[in-house]
């Protein structure tokens, strides 16, 4: 009996090991089609819904919108240059769902990743990814000021759409 149980708990760990492996390489790969400017291939790692959140407030895309947002970008010969600092990825079991969070190195300098995957017939898909500018602590205050007329304006207007 013990020997069918552990049989099960090895296998339950290679299989998330080898999802865990699987997502970190879909991830990677995704950033690597920006990187070399391959609009399909960077678009076929996200779900047909997914939706991208930007660094800027107004960004929040569904896959038309953000691919024409991008498509500019990618006919340049570049998008954007993504590489990976750390990344964590978290499996719920038996679902086909996992999320990750990673810092990046960018052309912004460093900036945070989340999102979610959902696993397809063909294969780990992003169907959610947030991506932020990193601030310091140290530097709330002054970066705070230097978007306050931004913000106070979208803010109305967001407003003024509730009401």
């Not at 991008?70 to 679902?95: C, M, Q, V, Y």
């Not at 990193?134 to 002054?142: K, L, S």
Request: hydrophobic content about 40%.
């Amino acid at each position: 009996m013990k020997k069918i149980l552990l049989f099960f708990l090895i296998c339950s760990f290679y299989s998330t090991a080898q999802q865990v492996k699987e997502i970190d390489t879909v991830l990677e790969q995704w950033h690597k089609a920006a990187a070399d400017a391959d609009f399909e291939s960077y678009f076929e790692f996200m779900s047909k819904d997914a939706i991208f959140i930007g660094t800027d407030p107004t960004e929040n895309w569904t896959i038309p919108e953000f691919k024409s947002y991008a498509k500019p970008h990618f006919d340049k010969g570049k998008a954007w240059s993504f590489s990976t600092l750390e990344r964590n990825i978290f499996l719920k079991e038996k679902t086909s769902i996992a999320w990750f969070d990673e810092l990046l190195d960018t052309q912004m300098g460093i900036c945070r990743g989340s999102g979610i995957l959902e696993k397809t017939p063909n294969g780990w898909k992003i169907k959610h990814y947030v991506l932020s500018i990193a601030i310091p602590n140290d530097n709330v205050n002054e970066i705070t000021a230097l978007k306050k007329a931004f913000d106070s304006q979208l803010i109305q207007k967001l407003k003024s759409k509730k009401d």
